[in-house]
């Protein structure tokens, strides 16, 4: 295990300075736009160097048993979809379209998928076509989540790394012999983000682009859905509270998707349609540096964490509610700052 973290580090940042070389020589560059907070060319290939680190890594030391070939075959798929947004720009739909293939390897060929709410409304086993519907929709929720909060130096991958962390442990400490080599995944993880982020904390030099974030996003959607699973065995960590605690340990990047949602179709807007309310964006908007809103953003999932992992013992119903109400205190703080900002620049 130390040897696929080491491996899977060493690799991401050793191939991070040849990929930046290679995307200047290529004018293969981000440019800055007014929904963008950076101010210069920058590659956006960095998820290559941790897709190199991570499946390396994990082809090498773990073993594949329990759906994890399918689930790098799915990293696969992924890697080149979002590889080809980078580099040319693809449609929503093409998107999709590689989502639903990545989704389908792992869900028919691997039967990895949500079989039970454990107990929320009174519901346990699902129907298996409810099951599969349900678990489509989280992974690419998950996915397009983990993707969206990508939008400053080094958010991402931080928000990655303590979401990984956390579900790592959980699985070195109560996966057996059916859920432990999902600590491999992310182990592995965490060896080509760390490596990656040397790169991309501000001034970032490199980003993750699509690449990264669509395969760090669907990497988190299968441990969350192994996860809550996992809860459904004898001796979990979490027992039927395990749905609410995967939702606190996501929190951060299932708030920002829902609330700009939310304020785009309250707006009569597409809720795909780009702009910057993004949560990052906002706490930027009341004076916060790039570096210290990551940090922040970084705090307010750990509390977050710690919460839920502490009051697990309240059951799943209590949890979403309190994670509910936390949410719509927040959006409203949000919302008020931003007219508040609003209007002193009218003012001014």
């Not at 290939?45 to 994890?68: D, E, R, W």
């Not at 739909?93 to 709410?117: E, N, P, W, Y």
């Not at 307010?300 to 209590?318: P, R």
Request: aromatic fraction near 12%; include cysteine; hydrophobic fraction near 55%.
């Amino acid at each position: 295990m130390a040897l696929s973290f080491f491996w899977a580090f060493l690799v991401a940042l050793f191939a991070v300075p040849s990929i930046i070389y290679i995307a200047h020589l290529k004018n293969m560059l981000d440019t800055p736009n007014v929904r963008t907070v950076h101010e210069s060319l920058t590659p956006r290939l960095g998820g290559v160097a941790v897709f190199a680190g991570f499946m390396s890594a994990l082809t090498i030391f773990a073993p594949m048993g329990n759906g994890l070939q399918q689930l790098l075959a799915g990293c696969i798929v992924l890697f080149f979809v979002g590889l080809k947004d980078d580099l040319v720009s693809i449609s929503v739909s093409k998107k999709f379209v590689g989502q639903l293939l990545a989704t389908g390897i792992v869900m028919i060929m691997a039967d990895i998928r949500v079989t039970s709410f454990q107990g929320i409304l009174g519901i346990y086993e699902l129907p298996i076509g409810i099951s599969y519907a349900f678990t489509f929709l989280a992974i690419v929720g998950i996915t397009n989540a983990i993707n969206l909060i990508d939008g400053l130096d080094g958010l991402a991958g931080t928000i990655t790394l303590i979401i990984v962390s956390t579900f790592g442990y959980y699985f070195y400490a109560y996966g057996g012999e059916n859920y432990q080599n999902y600590v491999y995944v992310a182990v592995c993880v965490i060896g080509g983000m760390l490596g990656f982020l040397r790169y991309n904390f501000h001034r970032a030099t490199i980003f993750m682009g699509d690449t990264g974030s669509l395969l760090c996003g669907f990497i988190v959607s299968i441990l969350t859905i192994q996860f809550i699973e996992m809860g459904k065995n004898v001796g979990g960590a979490f027992g039927s509270s395990s749905p609410a605690v995967a939702l606190g340990i996501l929190f951060v990047p299932l708030f920002d998707t829902l609330r700009v949602f939310t304020v785009r179709m309250m707006a009569g807007r597409s809720p795909f349609s780009p702009d910057k309310n993004h949560i990052h964006h906002r706490i930027l908007a009341m004076g916060f540096q790039q570096i210290s809103t990551v940090m922040l953003l970084g705090l307010l999932n750990l509390v977050v964490i710690l919460f839920v992992i502490n009051f697990a013992y309240l059951g799943n119903i209590l949890l979403i509610a309190a994670l509910a109400v936390f949410s719509v205190v927040l959006s409203v703080f949000l919302g008020v700052y931003q007219n508040r900002s609003a209007q002193q620049r009218v003012a001014s």
